[in-house]
């Protein structure tokens, strides 16, 4: 089993920083891509950044110069520095991990970690 695990949201005001990390941990030999998600109330899941394991990077045009997504892959742990946060980045932020198993990859999800932006 593999399990991820968010930590480091919270409630800040707009122009403010946060830094996410996703410690994934279990019976894991590699992790291709890492990613951040994000869900908003009354709104679909959307991409927020993507890192793969060589780490090529992916950032939804929304949070472009804004946010930095990075990742330590000794450590099996991904990061997404947010700056100059606004109210729209209010939401329940997930990470998701693709592991490969043989010749499939399997996706996993942490369980989230709130962002609320105070206008």
């Known amino acids: 089993q593999v399990q991820l695990v968010e930590s480091g949201g919270g409630l800040v005001q707009s122009g403010g920083s946060l830094r996410l990390s996703c410690a994934a941990s279990?019976?894991?030999?590699?992790?291709?891509?890492m990613g951040w998600y994000r869900q908003a109330p009354g709104k679909q899941r959307e991409l927020v950044a993507t890192?793969?394991?060589?780490?090529?990077?992916n950032y939804a045009d929304s949070v472009k110069g804004r946010f930095t997504i990075t990742r330590d892959n000794a450590k099996k742990t991904a990061y997404l520095q947010m700056n100059s946060l606004k109210p729209d980045d209010t939401a329940v932020y997930y990470c998701?991990?693709?592991?490969?198993?043989?010749?499939?990859?399997?996706?996993?999800w942490g369980q989230g970690t709130q962002v609320t932006v105070s206008s």
């Open positions: 998701n991990a693709a592991v490969p198993r043989g010749s499939l990859k399997i996706n996993y």
């Open positions: 279990g019976s894991i030999s590699s992790i291709n891509a």
């Open positions: 890192i793969t394991s060589g780490g090529s990077t």
